[in-house]
């Protein structure tokens, strides 16, 4: 599992989850995230009890490609991705494409989702 959040494409801020409680919390208790704005955690699953938004998550493999994209994930679920060696992203809603395409437009970064 990936140690250290991923490059942060331009224009993009990821915030780390690195502590076990920071991991926890996630984005409960938020209102929302500003603009391009997302949440990196080094972990495979992720809940979504005590949200007040829905989410996009974005996975990533431990090399920084793209798995996978989940898309308006509302309260109350669970999401899984063995393969994510490189953690996931939590976003906004409808956020996670963009952050996805900007990922692969990032110098050193993977030319395509697999």
Do not use: Y
Not at 34 to 60: A, E, K, N, Y
Not at 66 to 76: A, F, N, Q, T, Y
Not at 106 to 112: A, D, I
């Amino acid at each position: 599992m990936r140690t250290h959040a991923p490059p942060c494409p331009p224009g993009w801020r990821l915030l780390a989850a690195r502590s076990p409680l920071a991991r926890a919390r996630g984005l409960i208790g938020r209102a929302g995230l500003p603009g391009q704005v997302g949440l990196w955690l080094p972990v495979r699953s992720v809940h979504t009890v005590g949200m007040r938004f829905p989410i996009d998550l974005v996975w990533l493999s431990g090399a920084g490609d793209v798995l996978r994209i989940d898309e308006g994930i509302g309260r109350g679920r669970l999401r899984t991705c063995l393969r994510a060696g490189g953690g996931v992203v939590e976003l906004e809603a409808g956020r996670g494409r963009a952050l996805a395409g900007a990922i692969h437009r990032t110098p050193g970064s993977p030319p395509r989702t697999t």
